[in-house]
């Protein structure tokens, strides 16, 4: 698998700006996770964390469905990997886990949320609320909460890929 990653078109509108540095970000932690075994992938940043590359696509599968299914959407989907006893278990990988099942499930929610996205305006809000019942949302903040949020962990990202093989770069 290659991953291809462009940047949105300078003159884009806001809704292609904004789905389009979504995209861009989703592709950059595909592409720092490409090439590498599934023990890689389950390889932890810095004891005494538990964050593994694998562990970032779980958790990037939840908050795709979070965001995109349960509050856009007001749809009934239940965590994927987590669960009151173990509420970060995206993060706690065990052998059974693979890179095949995380990346399909990671963009299975993906096209989940393009669907789910494309029935709403920018200003439109949310059909339901956030876990801590805060809302509604419009998808406007919705996407740029996504973007913030794959920001943020590409950054994790890098810092765990460079710890792996010493690759380093966008």
């Given at each position: ?57 779980r958790h990037m599968a939840e908050v ?16 994927i990997h987590y669960d009151e006893a ?55 903040w919705i996407y740029t909460h996504m ?24």
């Amino acid at each position: 698998m290659t991953t291809e990653r462009r940047e949105p078109a300078l003159n884009a509108d806001e809704r292609a700006m904004l789905e389009g540095w979504l995209d861009y970000h989703r592709r950059t932690l595909a592409l720092k996770c490409e090439g590498l075994t599934d023990d890689q992938l389950r390889t932890a940043s810095v004891r005494p964390s538990e964050l593994s590359l694998m562990g970032l696509v779980r958790h990037m599968a939840e908050v795709e469905r979070s965001w995109f299914r349960r509050v856009l959407a007001a749809e009934d989907a239940g965590p994927i990997h987590y669960d009151e006893a173990d509420p970060d278990g995206e993060f706690h990988l065990t052998e059974a886990d693979t890179w095949q099942e995380a990346y399909a499930t990671w963009q299975a929610e993906i096209d989940a949320a393009r669907r789910n996205a494309a029935g709403f305006a920018l200003d439109d809000l949310s059909k339901g609320l956030n876990r801590a019942g805060d809302g509604p949302f419009s998808l406007r903040w919705i996407y740029t909460h996504m973007i913030e949020e794959y920001a943020r962990h590409n950054g994790h990202a890098d810092l765990i890929r460079e710890r792996i093989d010493g690759a380093t770069g966008e």
